[in-house]
């Protein structure tokens, strides 16, 4: 591993830097723990190390909007660190935690604790739009923000009550706080563990139905803009939603969303028989959900693809559809699946590239996401081509709850350098 | 998880709802459950069938009759029988839920028939239980209700020969009846000529037609000339949900009475899964009368229950 003072070249790399539209093949210079410059060659510059990336793609770390580090369920499972870990092995160099994880982000001293929890990776905690996330009271807003929070939210906690949902946004409104909103109405939400529509309906699972977030997202969007809050939709599941909010972007309202990894490739039907695996939320929903989201991606209402990680243990799966716990364990395959848009031609790669790291940083008004000179060299190199199989025993995750596993990937990451320095290798490299 | 209820020959290994059954399985339990018809209404009710075999039910949710009638078909077929009660907390957990099953499962069981509050239970317990276990789902959730719906097309069958002819209505909550979701099923590989379902729209899911039946709001245009009518039972629950105001209303629109049943076909029959609430589901003249099979059905509902256990249990070629 390297040092963080070293002088790095990145030789001979496919190059996409999404915040100057650049992508092709060059050099990219790295010293004292930022970017110096791509260029195709340097002379003055005399590099401690240099990483062939001949045939590899470089590109901005990774700025993961909505990553879960700790399982939620309520006794600690695995180890923190190794999860972080994870995450560097797949390319995150930039993550957001929400705040329905334990303990919920809602005092500064909790803030706190999680924005310095890793020293390789950086972590942002979004703090709670109330208190304990219950939606009744206001939450330490600024103070939150002062301990480290990048946002605030209610997480997966719908706020039932709107004048409280008013109020918070106003409140937020005024410190020119950002907010993440889950939208999903919390009574037609309730009970549910799956989209309502024909397969619900022949499993007997109560269903979450579309309405459940188009009203909320309506709603929001109207307290949005007689706030003027700062609004960022998280995890959008149905292309209603999608046409919802891009309409409001032609309106001029400056809201902006983002979809997760696997909802662009699972649907409702994947459900069947009862698999776990796929049991998410939002729901998974139907092929035309999944169109609309990918149309949402391509033509930039969707600004964002998140990881939406969520590390379960084989217990929270082990249980009949409705008693078990939502969500997957999608590191291993995010950067993969996402390259799948590609070759599909969804988006293109440099859009690709943009939705994972430029866009997701934009949301967040920080410096991250690009090669520009002087901004922390947060870099990802990967290899395109190299095909692979997801299965227990190549997942860096400690979790293997995904509906992937046996899936033909293509695509891996080869190396990942947060502020200059080497944090994850591919073991399959000899070092220099 | 495709064809977890048969093994390669076709034959039933489970019984847990009808994806992957067919028109013959379905003839196959009917035909079966017509032998043992005769056996119940001898005197010595006993045959050997199943000796040595031993057969769990193991209900997480509380049912007098369903477990009542699959604890007398299997002892009539001469198996031992355990009754497992084991207790659900609101926060049930999958470890219990497994820990519950590998436990009964170490006193070297053969079937486990179960009933539960959660919708795949029953397809959980038959993916994690040994090889060598067989599961009959006895409910579970709003998911199916197999040989419910099985006992109910064999009295259909026998007061009615075709069903490609017939007209059968369901009445009631189909919302969350997995008795309904079965039988539609059952119906529907039996090839019925026309299936309706009626109730309000707070008792019906928006993509009921999917499951190839006709929709219908108002009960006297759903049982006009109808072969068969099944009442389904409604919940006391409903009203809190505000799924329905009232019990009284619910009787004014969707009760059966001796009035509207003269709607229907002169040689209706009229079914109900039990147990009935007198004057809300139908009248008491209704239920007791002489369109009424709602007896047969629990009768049947032991031969039909004799049937799937001997035929999971014991090599086709000796039936």
Redesign the interface.
């Given at each position: 591993m390297s040092t963080a003072t070293e002088k790095i070249c990145i030789q001979n790399a496919h190059i996409i830097n999404p915040a100057e539209n650049f992508d092709g093949i060059s050099n990219l210079y790295l010293a004292k723990q930022k970017i110096v410059t791509i260029h195709p060659n340097l002379t003055d510059f005399t590099p401690d190390r240099i990483i062939d990336a001949t045939g590899l793609l470089v590109i901005p770390g990774l700025v993961d909007l909505n990553l879960h580090l700790k399982s939620p369920e309520i006794e600690p499972k695995f180890n923190f660190n190794r999860e972080c870990e994870a995450a560097q092995a797949n390319g995150i160099t930039t993550l957001c935690c929400p705040p329905h994880q334990r303990p919920y982000i809602d005092t500064p001293a909790v803030a706190k604790m999680v924005h310095h929890s890793n020293k390789q990776l950086q972590i942002l905690p979004i703090g709670s739009l109330s208190k304990e996330l219950a939606g009744e009271h206001l939450s330490e807003m600024v103070s939150l923000q002062q301990a480290g929070c990048i946002a605030v939210s209610n997480g997966v906690y719908a706020i039932s009550d709107t004048l409280v949902l008013r109020r918070a946004l106003e409140y937020a409104s005024t410190h020119d706080l950002l907010v993440f909103i889950y939208a999903q109405d919390h009574w037609l939400q309730r009970h549910g563990c799956m989209h309502?529509?024909?397969v619900?309906?022949?499993?007997?699972?109560?269903?979450i139905p579309e309405a459940a977030e188009t009203i909320a997202i309506a709603r929001d969007l109207a307290l949005i803009e007689q706030t003027g809050v700062r609004a960022h939709f998280c995890r959008l599941s149905c292309h209603k939603s999608v046409e919802m909010v891009s309409k409001a972007q032609q309106q001029g309202l400056p809201v902006t969303a983002d979809v997760s990894i696997s909802h662009l490739y699972l649907t409702d039907m994947d459900v069947a028989?009862?698999?776990t695996n796929c049991h998410v939320i939002p729901p998974l929903r139907t092929e035309q959900d999944q169109l609309g989201l990918k149309q949402g991606i391509a033509n930039g209402t969707i600004q964002a693809i998140c990881s939406d990680h969520t590390p379960l243990t084989q217990?929270?799966?082990?249980?009949?559809?409705?008693?078990?716990l939502p969500g997957i364990s999608s590191l291993d395959s995010f950067i993969p699946l996402a390259l799948r848009l590609v070759n599909d031609n969804t988006i293109s790669l440099s859009q690709m590239v943009s939705l994972l790291s430029w866009q997701p940083a934009q949301i967040l008004q920080i410096n991250a996401g690009s090669l520009n000179p002087d901004v922390w060299a947060n870099i990802c190199i990967i290899d395109t081509n190299t095909e692979w199989t997801l299965t227990q025993d190549n997942m860096y995750s400690q979790a293997y709850n995904t509906p992937f596993l046996g899936w033909p990937l293509q695509g891996r990451v080869k190396y990942t350098l947060y502020r200059g320095e080497v944090v994850y290798q591919d073991s399959s490299i000899s070092i220099n | 998880m495709t064809m977890l209820q048969t093994d390669s020959q076709g034959h039933l290994r489970h019984f847990l709802n009808f994806d992957d059954l067919s028109y013959q399985h379905l003839i196959s339990i009917m035909d079966t459950a017509e032998s043992f018809v005769g056996i119940t209404k001898r005197s010595i009710k006993k045959v050997p069938l199943l000796r040595g075999h031993t057969i769990v039910n193991l209900f997480f949710e509380p049912s007098t009759r369903t477990l009542t009638t699959f604890e007398l078909a299997a002892k009539r077929l001469s198996a031992d029988v355990l009754n497992f009660h084991p207790k659900t907390s609101a926060t049930k957990k999958g470890e219990s839920l497994l820990d519950t099953l590998h436990t009964i499962e170490a006193m070297q069981c053969d079937m486990f028939i179960v009933r539960h509050a959660d919708s795949g239970a029953a397809h959980f317990i038959a993916q994690h239980t040994h090889p060598d276990v067989s599961v009959i789902n006895a409910g579970d959730g709003s998911h199916a209700h197999p040989t419910q719906a099985m006992l109910d097309m064999f009295t259909i069958r026998h007061h009615k020969t075709d069903f490609t002819k017939l007209s059968v209505a369901i009445v009631g909550d189909v919302l969350h009846s997995r008795v309904a979701r079965s039988q539609i099923h059952a119906l529907n590989l039996l090839q019925t000529g026309e299936i309706r379902v009626i109730a309000p729209k707070t008792l019906l899911s928006n993509h009921i037609k999917t499951l190839g039946v006709e929709v219908y709001h108002n009960l006297e245009q759903g049982i006009k000339d109808v072969d068969v009518i099944i009442m389904l039972r409604l919940q006391k629950e409903r009203m809190q949900g505000a799924l329905l105001p009232s019990e009284n209303e619910y009787f004014q629109l969707y009760g059966l009475t001796a009035n509207k049943l003269k709607l229907a076909k002169p040689d209706v029959i009229v079914m109900h899964p039990g147990p009935i609430n007198r004057g809300v589901e139908m009248d008491s003249i209704v239920a007791d009368g002489p369109h009424s099979v709602i007896l047969q059905q629990v009768s049947y509902g032991i031969a039909i229950r004799m049937a799937v256990m001997s035929m999971i249990l014991t090599p086709p070629q000796s039936q």
């Open positions: 309502e529509g024909k619900s309906l022949r499993l007997g699972l109560t269903g028989d009862f698999n217990d929270a799966k082990l249980a009949p559809f409705p008693s078990s | -």
